[in-house]
């Protein structure tokens, strides 16, 4: 690793940062308007929130080879592979004519987000020094969410000058497109930074994200005891906050929203939780995981329970507003508590493989949401799956509660 002496944090824009917000403006942008395009499709409402939940379980899914493929090809190469993946994702969304293509475009794009993601990862290990790189993470974590925030944004610009919720797909292969070609200009980071190779001959970041997908499941027998308690809170609070995503789209069109204006309401509740994620830190930092943890997870299920009986109300788009706005604090105040928690919880000596396993776990949970959400849907209403979310979002505070230590673990 290279000296803190030696090392400008400025010097992180260009490979680490811009390519960075490009992906997540692209994100940020498709994700609310996956289920209006399913729904304007031919998708009913269940089938339309299955479509949704294929990029989060394509997420899951592509977690598992993602460190091997790091390993071996590099952060670089990999993070422009994942990009170049996402735009082969983005091309059969767009010239999908039906709902199965359109999951299959979709899928493809889940897979993309976390190799990116991963490969991501290794780099800030490699080639940040220990001294800079918590600020590093926090940095990159208020980019992501600055992308997601933008995104909805020019989603509802696309919409209103095409016409097309399908055309918002373009957004996020021109942003791809951004990433690959500047990652892709760009010098090597080995000569820009000097990072320090292991015994192995990997980058340090490159054998961590392989510790972490090396070993997953004995991992997660090992630590069992940590991940069926606070593990378990972790993949309700990572649902409910993909519930999120999936619940708010789908109640739009239930409720007949134009796709321009469901895409700028979403895009104003991801403005409030932009706005926090520094806040978050402070509070942890401050006060303690749990009051973070607890209030985002309570709101976020509340949350969900006010949106359950709103549906057929006269003010239904005022009370869809309001809700959201409500979701966007809460999701908020929770900004970084999972990676938060899992650096807690790992051995300090060896974290890698926990924190596979934590976010294996974590995620699990995600990747249920969406098809809670269109199970109950198809079974019943949309209304009884958002009451049925803010309830598992009641249980998995009362988990955190009891189980998650106020303080980090030393």
């Not at 949704?52 to 592509?62: K, Q, R, S």
């Not at 004995?218 to 069992?224: H, K, L, M, Q």
Request: positive net charge; charged residues 10%; contains cysteine.
């Amino acid at each position: 690793m290279s000296s803190g002496q030696s090392f400008r944090f400025g010097s992180l824009a260009v490979p680490v940062l811009l390519p960075t917000l490009a992906f997540a403006i692209g994100e940020g942008a498709i994700i609310p308007i996956i289920p209006i395009v399913a729904s304007n499709a031919g998708a009913d409402l269940a089938v339309a929130g299955l479509i949704a939940g294929l990029f989060v379980i394509g997420g899951l899914i592509g977690n598992i080879p993602s460190g091997w493929i790091v390993a071996r090809l590099g952060e670089r190469p990999s993070m422009i592979g994942a990009a170049l993946l996402s735009i082969v994702g983005v091309g059969v969304a767009l010239l999908a004519q039906g709902i199965a293509v359109l999951a299959v475009g979709v899928f493809l794009i889940g897979l993309s987000t976390a190799a990116f993601a991963l490969a991501r990862h290794a780099f800030m290990t490699s080639f940040v020094p220990l001294a800079y790189r918590a600020r590093a993470l926090s940095t990159l974590g208020g980019t992501l969410r600055l992308g997601m925030f933008i995104g909805p944004f020019v989603a509802a610009a696309v919409i209103g000058l095409t016409g097309s919720a399908q055309a918002v797909f373009w957004v996020h292969a021109v942003a791809c497109l951004l990433a690959a070609v500047t990652l892709l200009v760009m010098p090597d980071p080995t000569a820009l930074f000097a990072a320090r190779a292991t015994a192995s001959g990997l980058h340090e970041g490159e054998e961590f994200v392989a510790r972490e997908s090396a070993g997953l499941f004995r991992t997660i027998r090992d630590r069992r005891a940590t991940l069926l308690t606070i593990g378990v809170g972790g993949a309700l609070f990572a649902a409910i906050r993909t519930s999120r995503q999936v619940i708010l789209p789908l109640w739009a069109v239930s409720i007949g929203l134009t796709d321009a204006n469901a895409a700028l309401i979403i895009g104003l509740g991801g403005a409030l939780d932009f706005a926090l994620f520094y806040a978050s830190g402070q509070i942890m930092d401050r006060w303690g995981r749990l009051w973070s943890v607890l209030p985002s997870m309570a709101g976020l299920g509340v949350g969900h329970l006010v949106l359950s009986v709103t549906h057929d109300l006269p003010g239904n788009v005022t009370w869809f507003i309001a809700v959201t706005m409500v979701l966007g604090v809460a999701n908020g105040l929770g900004s970084g508590i999972m990676m938060t928690l899992g650096a807690d919880l790992a051995d300090k000596r060896d974290p890698a493989p926990f924190l596979g396993a934590w976010r294996f776990t974590t995620q699990s949970g995600a990747a249920a949401a969406p098809l809670v959400v269109a199970g109950v849907t198809a079974v019943a209403s949309v209304s009884v799956a958002a009451a049925l979310m803010g309830v598992l979002g009641l249980a998995g505070a009362g988990i955190m509660a009891r189980f998650v230590p106020n303080r980090p673990q030393h």
